[in-house]
């Protein structure tokens, strides 16, 4: 699989190159630049399969010649201490939970592959330094997942106030890899600060710089690889159409989805669940995209105006307006509803829901009852964080007493950065340089 810019479809380039330069020259993101058909793998695997198993197989497919059998299977096992658990609730209605990885939250099976496949591609060539910004936990899926791999330091950028849940000995002071700097400012200027390091292109090859925020084609790419996965699991108790729920705010989830549905998984529909933001309906349903300042809600992943994947999008649209059109369905999901949502899972399944996953299976229950589909339909939601993450509403909404899971009792745990710096390039590149 070769990957081309959603600016210019002129130039493809290898995945390897994809990964390590992060972002195309021209600007825009990298997406696959064909589809690959699958279908040979994974209809024949058993509801048995593990997720490394999957991964272990499906990857070198999809990347021949860059990756083997041999060196599939060493970034499985490297990648995955953990795996997503298909829970089925009745005949119609399952559950995708993607929050057993270290933080809890589903962008740990990405960001585990990116740090296992990218030691792999890096062996007989130079050292790389990842760059990327963090907000709650993912800071601690960063650093458990490049903690002491070969040749790769992790630079983690993060807004005023102490970062929680690293270890200090794994800091690079201390001789480890991963090198927290704190920026005066907020996210957003963590993430220009790096935009403007990866597009300095003297600046990136000076220090084999990329990134593992969802701009990576590495970390996005193994989101798909857990839609096949449920559909392995689901496959032989399906009697009718197959439809998946997912969370949307920076729209990465869906478009992983549509990836998988690419690659030849059999799927009828995507549920695009958004809270009050709405952030990318109008554009779904057809208008023009206009992006409205964003709204605080109580599923704050989802609380986005202009998606990160905002380009991808627009490039699977052109690509397949159709598919969009009778495949996609925009929903959104006020908090009253959500609320509602983690009552109601908790009464009639036993089930729960942190409220970014209440926003898809609202979602989910409200297109059951319309009857957009005729016959029988059944619907995997996608549950993208432990419902631990948001203790204290999901017990307020439920009644419920939240039992801590022990791996989370680190995750609070302050610690201090290894420089403070102000948004700017040579700030950054002076705090890097003061520590190598």
Request: hydrophobic share 45%.
């Amino acid at each position: 699989m070769q990957f081309r810019s959603t600016r210019s479809g002129n130039l493809n380039v290898s995945f390897k190159e994809a990964v390590l330069r992060c972002l195309p020259e021209g600007g825009g993101l990298y997406v696959p630049a064909q589809a690959v058909d699958m279908r040979q793998f994974f209809l024949y695997m058993g509801e048995e399969t593990s997720y490394p198993e999957l991964a272990a197989t499906v990857a070198p497919a999809l990347l021949q010649g860059e990756l083997n059998p041999f060196s599939a299977s060493r970034v499985a096992e490297g990648a995955f201490d953990f795996e997503p658990e298909l829970r089925q609730l009745d005949e119609n209605l399952s559950v995708l939970n993607l929050y057993n990885g270290p933080t809890g939250v589903f962008k740990d099976f990405g960001i585990a592959f990116l740090a296992a496949v990218l030691e792999e591609l890096l062996k007989n060539s130079g050292p790389a330094m990842i760059l990327s910004a963090s907000q709650g936990d993912m800071g601690v899926s960063l650093a458990h997942s490049f903690r002491q791999r070969q040749g790769i330091t992790a630079v983690i950028l993060y807004p005023a106030g102490l970062i929680r849940g690293l270890e200090s000995a794994d800091f690079v002071p201390q001789g480890g890899n991963i090198l927290p700097i704190q920026i005066r400012g907020t996210f957003d200027e963590c993430q220009r600060l790096i935009a403007e390091a990866l597009m300095d292109r003297p600046f990136a090859e000076r220090y084999g710089l990329t990134s593992a925020n969802a701009i990576n084609p590495g970390r996005l790419l193994p989101q798909s690889f857990y839609y096949l996965y449920a559909f392995v699991k689901i496959k032989k108790y399906l009697r009718g159409d197959l439809v998946f729920s997912v969370p949307s705010g920076n729209f990465g989830n869906l478009i992983a989805g549509l990836y998988a549905w690419k690659f030849g998984m059999p799927v009828n529909g995507f549920i695009a669940a958004m809270n009050a933001n709405d952030s990318f309906g109008d554009f779904i349903r057809g208008k023009k995209f206009a992006p409205r300042p964003p709204v605080t809600t109580n599923s704050p992943s989802l609380d986005v105006s202009v998606p990160a994947n905002y380009e991808r999008l627009i490039s699977f649209y052109e690509e397949a307006p159709a598919v969009m059109r009778n495949m996609v369905y925009p929903d959104s999901v006020n908090d009253e509803r959500t609320l509602k949502t983690m009552v109601e899972a908790w009464k009639r399944y036993g089930i729960l829901l942190d409220p970014h996953s209440a926003v898809a299976f609202a979602a989910a229950e409200r297109l059951r009852a319309s009857g957009d589909f005729s016959g029988h339909v059944h619907t995997v939601v996608l549950a993208t964080g432990h419902p631990a993450k948001q203790a204290a509403l999901v017990a307020k909404a439920t009644g419920q007493e939240i039992v801590m899971p022990p791996r989370f009792a680190k995750l609070q745990k302050p610690v201090e950065p290894v420089a403070v710096i102000e948004p700017q390039l040579d700030a950054l590149e002076g705090a890097i340089a003061s520590c190598l």
